[in-house]
Each structure stands twice: as C-alpha cells, then as structure tokens.
C-alpha cells in the first residue's frame, strides 16, 4: 500500500459504518425470515473491514518511507481542464431543458473543442455547427430520441 | 430442438434485412471504436443500448453483441499502426506487431491478426453452443442455493484475477453490491438508502454508472494533460495482406492454441478477452523455438493473443446464456440489455426465446464473416479513421454519452448521475481500483441477495443449506479455498516484507 491509499481507506471506513447504521435501521431481521438491512447491513461491516488493511499497510508506508514524497499520481494533473470538464457538463445537464438540445450542445461543443481541444476559434466554431448538425439529423430525426426542443422550437 | 435445427432457425432470424442490418451496424461499429483508442466496447454498448428500445430484442442483442466481438477485431490495427492498443485486449499485440510494421510487414500482421480473429471467433461459437446446451440441462434443476453459490465463486474469481491489489478489488465488489441495494427491496418493498431522492426509488442505473465509468472516466483521463497533436501512423499505406507461406507454418499453430486459451479463460468470470491475450502471448513465447525473436517482431506474438481474445468473446457468452451470470463488466451490460428488453438469460432462455437464444448465436457466425471483410479488403477505411485526432474524437464521445444516457428516460438526473460516475471512476484511476468487479457485483447484488434470502427462507434459517446441497456445497468450498489462498498468500508477503524491515 503507498501513501495515496490513506485518505480512501478512511473513507471506506466512514462509509462502512454509515451503511451498517442506516442498514441496522432498516431491520435486519432474522435468519429465519431476513429483513431488507441484513445483507446490506453484512455488507457495510465487511468494507470497514477491508479498509483496515489498507489504511495499516499505508501507515506502514509513510511512517518507513517518510522522507520521501508522494508517488506523484497528481503530478503535471490540470486540474483547470478537469474542472472544467466537469462544469460545463453539469451546466449542460442545468440548461438542456430549459434552451434546448440545439443551443445547450453547441455552446458545450465550443468550449471542448476550443478551451479543452486547443483548437482555433474557426474550427471550433465551424466544426460545433456540424456536429450539432448530424447528431440533430442522426438522432432527433433519424433515431428519434426526443431530446428537449427549449427556446424557439428548434431541436 | 437439436442443435442442428436450431441453428438453421438462428440463421432465419438473422437473414431477416432489419436483423442482418443490426448485425452489420454492431460489427461495424465495435471495428470503429476498437480501432480508436479511448473508446472501449463497455462503454459503447451502453450508449448505443438505448437505441435499441425501438427494436426487437434480437436484434437489440445481435447488434450490442456485434459491438464486443467487433471491437476485437479493430484493436490490433491501432495496435500493430500506431503501437497504442486500440482495445485493452490488443495491448499485447503492440509487441510484436509494431515491430513486425516498423520493419515493413504490417501488412501480413494486420492479416493474420484478422483471419486469426475469425478463426478464433468463429469455433468458440460452435465451443460456445455445445457448452450452453448442456450447462443450461443442468442450470435447470438449479434452486436458489446453487445460483447463490455459483454466483459467490464466480464473484470470487473475478476478484481473484482483477489486476492489481487484491483487497482493492474485494472493496470494489463489496461497495458494488452495496450500490445495487438502494432502491427499493425487492421483498419487503421497502426503500433502501435513496436518501428522500426519487429518482433512486427503482436503483441505480447501469447505463448511466457504466457511461460514467468507462466513458466519461476515460475522457477525463486522456485530457487530464494538455493533449499532443496527431499520431504517428506508421503505415498508411497497407500492402501485401495475405501472410506468406512461412507466415503461415508459423502461425496455425498459435492460432488453435489461441483458439482453446481463449475460450476457456473466457469462461471463467474474471478471465476474458485480456487475460487470454496474455495467456497466449505467453504460452507462446514458450513453446516457440526461437523465443529471443519475441519482441522483435514475430509473428506468433500476433497471431496467438488476437486468436484468443477473439475467442474469448466466444467463451464469455457461455455463462451468460447457460446461467444468467456475465463473467465480465461487457457481459454484465448485454445482461442488462437482456433484462431491459425483458428477457431473462439463463438456462429457461433456450426454451422460452429460441429465437434471441439461436439469432444471436447464428448472428455471431454471420457477424465474424463480415469482419473478415471489414478487417482485410476494407482495412485502408480503418488507417484514415485513425487519423482523427483526439482533439476531435473526445467532444464526440462526450456528446454520445450525453444523448445516450438521456434518451433512457429523459431524465436530468441520469446525466448528473453519469458526470458523478465519471468523477468517481477517474479518482478510482487515479487510486489504482479496477472497475470491472464493482460493475459485475452491482448487476450481480439483487440476485445475490434475493437467492441468498430465499435460501434462508427455504431452510428455516439454517445457513447449513449452503454447504449440504452438492452444488451450492461445492461452489462455496471452492470460492472460500479461493479466499483461503488469497489470504494466505498475503502473509507470507507481508512476513516476508516485515523480515525486510527488519534486516
């Protein structure tokens, strides 16, 4: 185990018991008749469990391996990218119904292939429209998903 | 119905156009994102799952099993052009197959690779249906001990041959099988951790944690840096396909003992099309005459590890026909797709849906012929495709995520729950834990728990049912000698360490 694994396995823990109580609230039941908490309850002790393990093989780790730094899993990570990633993911699942696949899908497209792709303000620009495009065509038309219409009845 | 005949009828359904259609569309869509890196099968079938709502569930199926099988096929290019694997299956095939492009004989590489494929594909269908018909006898007379105790062992296995550390994985199965108890319980109708949130009320979705996982997860990993511009194709300019009479002394060997790893590891939760690649690739360097060309670019190392993870996929419907039981995180999502569309795998489906049961089975022959065309005449199609920078492919992924987790309910809260999942799967990257027992525990967790419980119902409360019934005795001896050994094994490792420390 490395140094990494610390923080997951209090987590594990943490979540473990919490599953235990709330499970142990649901009624176990008896072996002869089992409720709706016993097995998650067996389950939530288990993954405490397991955690020990680790969280022990990491203590180890760090307190024999002290000087040294973390094994560098975060190393030359953007966080910036990801974030963003993931905000404008959310921000598409907020807006989708309320302005409509069209609109919501090019402004996300934009932003993926400009911010995240490091492409030019053209190609992005240019590339999103089609894309909006054939995937409209594929699969509102085509396919007939209903993706939400929003503003001005489009898509 | 005999197996003869029930092929034939197999055939009739699969020479149905709208059929043969979906046949085609799965192959040629599992070739595309097996040749593209950072697409995997999983992830692709459960976008395009909800496109099947509208159609019959045999063709539904054929082409979400198209999709696996195809992917097969697409990831040695990338592997053998580019030297990234375009598939996690191909992974080994770089070796060789680079090596043998560098020195101009991408050509017969990207041959063998695909008449190995349809070698290896092609007779674990007929391995694969022997095997159902009499697993799926003996499955019938099975209670709910025995599938409580065949789905322990094989949970066990797939925990004992995940990569990485193996309490990891066993957190994986554990915190997977918790995940498929919320909702609400399918005996007492009670809710189960769903925490005043309604759309959780009918569980966790598979579509949207598996998009999550193996989708977005994926995007998210390839963009963490500031990405480079085009790869490096090797050859774009494919000559020379047919391997050459050397070529082919050499190969027939690796491709039946291909043929059998494949299959056989396939079987095996847990096992898959990996893990016979690399079998294979062992084996051979093993048994070869002249292992120091290994590496350089010899023809075997291609030929062996692409027959196998061909064969692979043959092996892994086994279970999933005969017992309702995917042995891998794909089999788990066509499971789901089988549940979906309202069909229940296992040992009644050969009786109840003779046409899904035989159609995809048929299908599966039809599939690989067409692949066979797809991968050799047709494979300057696939080179340009390689072409398409990531810049361009991840917005595409992305967008597909978006529309196919939506168009399951069309519901806010699936995106939301995909993006979650995207987030926890990249930390489980990160932090070195494998997804795939997590997938296979959740799909696996209702049934768990609803045999165990009626088990216990069924014996009065006595837990000695699971141990006096053969089966159910023999599977659980055998998953608890399984975890014995696991843990054994983790002592002396950790005494040897300890001794390290010391000295």
Known sequence: MKKKDLIPAFIWMGLGIAVAVISYELQLGTLRNPGPGLMPFLLGILLSLCSVPILIGSLLTIRNKAKQGDEGIWSGVEFKRLLLVVFSLVSYAMILEKVGFVIATFFLLIILFKVIGSRKWLFALMTSAIVVLLSYLLFVVFLKVEMPSGLWRIG | ?503
């Not at chain 2, 990234?84 to 060789?96: K, M, N, R």
């Not at chain 2, 697993?135 to 322990?152: N, S």
């Not at chain 2, 095996?268 to 893990?275: Q, S």
């Open chain 2, 1 to 503: 119905m005999d197996i003869f005949s029930g092929l034939i009828s197999g055939f009739q359904v699969v020479l149905h156009p709208i059929n043969f259609l979906y046949c085609f569309m799965g192959v040629f869509v599992g070739t595309l994102i097996g040749v593209l890196p950072g697409i995997g099968p999983t992830g692709t079938m459960a976008i395009l799952l909800p496109s099947t709502f509208g159609v019959s569930p045999v063709a539904g199926i054929i082409m979400l099993a198209g999709i696996y099988y195809g992917a097969m096929y697409g990831g040695s290019t990338t592997s053998i052009l580019v030297n990234i694997p375009g598939e996690a299956a191909s992974v080994i095939t770089c070796l060789d197959g680079y090596q043998m492009a560098r020195k101009g004989r991408a050509g017969p590489a990207l041959g063998i690779s695909a008449i190995g494929s349809f070698i290896g594909g092609t007779l674990s269908i007929i391995g694969l249906m022997f095997f159902v018909y009499t697993l799926a006898e003996v499955a019938l007379k099975f209670g709910p001990p025995e599938y409580f105790g065949v789905m322990c062992l094989g949970m066990t296995t797939v925990i004992y041959l995940a990569k990485g550390s193996l309490i990891k994985s066993v957190i994986m199965a554990v915190v997977g099988l918790i995940m498929g108890c919320v909702g609400t319980d399918t005996i007492t109708g009670k809710l189960r951790f769903t925490f005043g949130i309604s759309d959780l009320w009918d569980g966790v979705d598979l579509i949207p944690l598996v998009m999550g996982l193996f989708g977005i997860t994926e995007v998210l990993t390839n963009i963490e840096h500031t990405l480079t511009t085009q790869r490096v194709i090797f050859e774009t300019r494919v000559k020379n396909l047919l391997p050459n009479l050397e070529d082919w002394k050499r190969s027939i060997a690796p491709i039946i003992r291909g043929t059998f790893i494949g299959f056989f590891l396939g079987i095996i939760p847990g096992g898959g099309a990996i893990t016979a690649s690399f079998v294979s690739y062992s084996v051979e360097k093993k048994v070869s005459k002249h292992p120091e060309e290994f590496g350089k670019g010899a023809i075997e190392g291609v030929a062996g590890p692409e027959t196998a993870n061909n064969a692979a996929t043959g092996g892994a419907f086994v279970p999933l026909l005969a017992l309702g039981f995917p042995p891998s995180s794909v089999m788990a999502v066509l499971l789901g797709a089988f549940i979906i569309h309202g069909i229940t795998p296992g040992p009644m489906l050969i009786l109840k849906n003779p046409d899904v049961f035989w159609g995809t089975i048929a299908s599966m022959y039809i599939g690989n012929g067409m692949l066979l065309i797809l991968n050799l005449p047709l494979i300057g199609l696939w080179v340009q495709v390689l072409k398409v920078p990531y810049s361009i492919l991840f917005p595409l992924i992305i967008l597909f995520c978006l529309i196919g987790v939506y168009s399951i309910d069309y519901k806010v809260f699936d995106i939301l729950m995909m993006v979650f999942f995207g987030i926890v799967g990249y930390l489980f990257t990160k932090l070195e834990y494998e997804p795939a027992p997590l997938i296979m525990a959740f799909i696996l967790g209702p049934m768990l728990e609803r045999s165990f419980r009626q088990s216990l119902i069924m014996s009065n409360g006595s837990l000695s049912i699971f141990f006096t019934r053969p089966i159910a005795g023999a599977a659980i001896g055998l998953a608890i000698a399984l975890y014995a050994s696991i843990v054994f094994g983790v002592f002396r490792k950790a005494r040897v360490k300890v001794t390290e420390i010391q000295e």
